[in-house]
């Protein structure tokens, strides 16, 4: 049997790092995330097809770890489980899309389609649980959560419940004014998460949360130009959070961003490197792309995407 599954990851807008425990369980986190068609794929070869391919291929970068504890999870793991895993990825792993949750996501609906030929049961929440709890990482939700559902994600996190709200209406109105850029690197974001909430990052985290259902009301009432104001607001606090989230080359490609016609944006991820977003004016935006470009800072064609996690048994 070959099972084909596939899952987008995801553009954090507002919110990030407020859906990480222990802020999120004590204060409540809340985030709004946009799902792309940068997607992880995997393929599962199972019985008799699994000789196509006996041995695991992950995506450049991808951690092994992550596919053998989801493989435990569902009693599948070890050299007579007559499983194997081909995995490939539409960006670069490791960069702030939200790539592992995406891939733990896919891998447990390919798993769940094999093992039951059902409707799918609570996938976001094994993937997540995997990660914080067989592997100790210190990731968020919305990673899972965009992933699954697709579209425009506003999430609510309590401590035993994750509300989910869809606002697939506005991303007409929002998706012209977003670029995306790839600015180099990876990191492994699980292990920049800091684990301990100081009353500092608290702070800083409340503030930022508090920005979520500002963003939502904006772009409610059709000021997208506002929402970029508001997202270089947000950059700027999150740059509080640790002196690892940004470095010299991402403040001076920011700026230069600035300078260029990007109303506000953000490193993605927990920071260091990888993908940038802005807000740009659509009239803008070629000529933004091509001042970004001359500093070796490049563009990545994306579009929003709306359907979430598949899987099929071919």
Request: with cysteine; proline share 3%; hydrophobic share 40%.
């Given at each position: 049997?070959?099972?084909?599954?596939?899952?987008?990851?995801?553009?954090?807008?507002?919110?990030?790092?407020?859906?990480?425990?222990?802020?999120?369980?004590?204060?409540?986190?809340?985030?709004?995330?946009?799902?792309?068609?940068?997607?992880?794929?995997?393929?599962?070869?199972?019985?008799?097809?699994?000789?196509?391919?006996?041995?695991?291929?992950?995506?450049?970068?991808?951690?092994?770890?992550?596919?053998?504890?989801?493989?435990?999870?569902?009693?599948?793991?070890?050299?007579?489980?007559?499983?194997?895993?081909?995995?490939?990825?539409?960006?670069?792993?490791?960069a702030g899309l939200g790539s592992s949750g995406a891939y733990g996501v896919a891998l447990v609906a390919a798993l769940q389609r094999y093992k039951h030929n059902s409707a799918f049961n609570n996938i976001a929440l094994a993937a997540y649980e995997i990660e914080v709890n067989?592997?100790?990482?210190?990731?968020?939700?919305?990673?899972?959560?965009?992933?699954?559902?697709?579209?425009?994600?506003?999430?609510?996190?309590?401590?035993?419940?994750?509300?989910?709200?869809?606002?697939?209406?506005?991303?007409?109105?929002?998706?012209?004014?977003?670029?995306?850029?790839?600015?180099?690197?990876?990191?492994?974001?699980?292990?920049?998460?800091?684990?301990?909430?100081?009353?500092?990052?608290?702070?800083?985290?409340?503030?930022?949360?508090?920005?979520?259902?500002?963003?939502?009301?904006?772009?409610?009432?059709?000021?997208?130009?506002?929402?970029?104001?508001?997202?270089?607001?947000?950059?700027?606090?999150?740059?509080?959070?640790?002196?690892?989230?940004?470095?010299?080359?991402?403040?001076?490609?920011?700026?230069?961003?600035?300078?260029?016609?990007?109303?506000?944006?953000?490193?993605?991820?927990?920071?260091?490197?990888?993908?940038?977003?802005?807000?740009?004016?659509?009239?803008?935006?070629?000529?933004?792309?091509g001042k970004m470009k001359e500093k070796g800072i490049e563009n990545v064609d994306f579009s929003a995407d709306l359907n979430g996690v598949e899987a099929r048994i071919?």
């Amino acid at each position: 049997m070959i099972i084909k599954s596939q899952a987008p990851t995801r553009i954090g807008l507002f919110g990030g790092g407020c859906d990480v425990n222990p802020f999120a369980s004590k204060y409540g986190g809340e985030t709004l995330s946009l799902a792309i068609n940068l997607r992880q794929h995997v393929t599962l070869l199972t019985d008799d097809d699994v000789w196509k391919q006996p041995e695991h291929n992950l995506p450049l970068s991808a951690d092994p770890a992550l596919t053998y504890k989801i493989l435990d999870a569902y009693g599948l793991n070890g050299m007579h489980s007559g499983i194997s895993v081909k995995s490939r990825f539409d960006g670069i792993m490791g960069a702030g899309l939200g790539s592992s949750g995406a891939y733990g996501v896919a891998l447990v609906a390919a798993l769940q389609r094999y093992k039951h030929n059902s409707a799918f049961n609570n996938i976001a929440l094994a993937a997540y649980e995997i990660e914080v709890n067989a592997l100790g990482w210190n990731g968020g939700r919305q990673d899972q959560h965009t992933a699954f559902d697709g579209g425009l994600i506003h999430l609510k996190i309590g401590d035993d419940k994750v509300e989910v709200f869809i606002g697939n209406q506005y991303i007409d109105r929002l998706a012209p004014y977003l670029v995306l850029m790839y600015a180099g690197g990876t990191r492994e974001s699980h292990k920049r998460q800091p684990k301990a909430l100081t009353e500092e990052r608290k702070q800083v985290l409340m503030l930022i949360k508090a920005l979520v259902p500002q963003a939502i009301k904006m772009l409610n009432d059709n000021r997208i130009k506002d929402m970029g104001l508001l997202m270089h607001e947000s950059w700027q606090l999150k740059k509080q959070l640790s002196n690892g989230v940004s470095t010299p080359k991402i403040d001076y490609a920011y700026e230069h961003a600035k300078k260029n016609g990007a109303l506000g944006g953000k490193l993605m991820g927990a920071g260091g490197c990888g993908y940038m977003v802005f807000f740009v004016e659509p009239d803008k935006r070629e000529f933004f792309i091509g001042k970004m470009k001359e500093k070796g800072i490049e563009n990545v064609d994306f579009s929003a995407d709306l359907n979430g996690v598949e899987a099929r048994i071919l």
